[in-house]
């Protein structure tokens, strides 16, 4: 089946690798992005191919979505299907204090690329959510939380990042009304501590102790890396489970999915298995800052996710981190 997929934030980590899976796969891709936080050269493998058009948008410049909407409509006859893929965020944590800035982005950006795709006829709209949702709530003793346990998101008196979780949150509301309401089939999907190789900018953990490393041999940390541990999924994996949801229509019923692995390893531990493969096997450390409202684990059930589709991860840890150090 040939299917249209229409993707924001492509140039991001989500995006770029959607796109690329895509495209192997035969798929044609209109992709955009204004590069707020990414930058052109990760879908430089991709720049030239006739299954892939790349337009620097922004998700939230009226004429250029409607420039993007009349392209669609004018080419969507050629396929069976058109498929909405929104990646757009204002993602990185220096960034989750900005109310105004991620509400413009996160929720209203992503409403009005939900409605573009009702009003053109797409069958699917993939939202694509986070695990920031489960705020200070991220963990338990009995395999992780589920999409259907209670939330308890910190409030404004403990820090504004949690209005990022917030907003994101409101956008699977909008998801699962749209689905009720028979306008479209979709999901929404919380992924967790996603890192990729196409990274190029040091704003996440991973990328940051490798270059740290790399250049001055140690690495600074804030306070809480102390005590906190977490699971990192690889982007190709997380981007397997957006075209798994994709391609399984029962599991497009507005409902929310966890995507994480179950690999977990404290921020420590994680300095010192990057350093071990950059043969620093004593990485120094040093302590700085405190960040508000940063959970001490994150472990997400993914049952759900797994009996509905065929995903599991397949790229490990360690895996993942020696196609990082390659691309530093």
């Known amino acids: 089946m040939k299917k249209l997929y229409v993707i924001s ?6 995006g770029n690798e959607v796109a690329r899976q895509l495209v192997h796969r035969g798929q044609q891709v ?6 707020f936080a990414s930058s052109i050269d990760s879908v430089h493998d991709l720049l030239g191919n006739s299954a892939f058009e790349f337009f620097e948008y922004d998700l939230n410049h009226e004429e250029q979505m409607e420039d993007i909407r009349h392209r669609v409509k004018g080419n969507k006859d050629k396929f069976d299907e058109v498929v909405y893929i929104n990646c757009a965020a204002v993602v990185h944590t220096e960034h989750f204090y900005e109310v105004e ?14 409605e573009q795709a009702i009003e053109v006829g797409a069958s699917v709209y993939i939202n694509c959510s986070t695990s920031e949702v489960y705020s200070m709530q991220s963990w338990n003793e009995t395999g992780g939380v589920k999409e259907n ?12 990042r949690t209005s990022y979780a917030v907003g994101k949150l409101l956008t699977e509301f909008f998801m699962k009304d749209a689905v009720d ?18 990274e190029l900018y040091p704003k996440h953990i991973i990328p940051h102790i ?18 906190n541990k977490r699971s990192f999924l690889h982007n190709i994996d997380s981007c397997r489970a957006v075209l798994a949801l ?14 994480a692995t179950d690999e977990e390893l404290s ?6 298995l990057i350093g071990e493969k950059l043969a620093i096997p004593d990485p120094q450390i040093e302590f700085l800052g405190y960040r508000a409202s940063d959970p001490e684990r994150r472990i997400l059930n993914t049952d759900k996710l797994r009996y509905r589709t065929s995903w599991k991860p397949i790229v490990t840890l360690s895996q993942g981190l020696d196609m990082c150090i390659k691309n530093s």
């Open 181 to 198: 309401k028979g306008q479209i089939k979709g999901c929404s999907i919380r992924f967790a501590n996603v890192y990729s190789n196409h």
């Open 9 to 14: 934030g492509v140039t991001g980590m989500t």
């Open 267 to 272: 921020i420590v531990e994680l300095v010192h």
């Open 101 to 114: 800035h991620t509400f413009e982005t996160n929720v209203n950006g992503m409403k009005r690329f939900l």
């Open 246 to 259: 994709v391609d399984s229509p029962e599991a497009l019923d507005g409902s929310v999915y966890n995507v």
């Open 210 to 227: 490798i270059q740290s490393l790399k250049t001055e041999g140690k690495v600074t940390l804030l306070e809480n890396s102390k005590k």
């Open 149 to 160: 346990d209670y939330l308890l998101l910190a409030t404004a008196e403990h820090s504004q």
């Open 30 to 35: 209109i992709g955009f992005d204004n590069f």
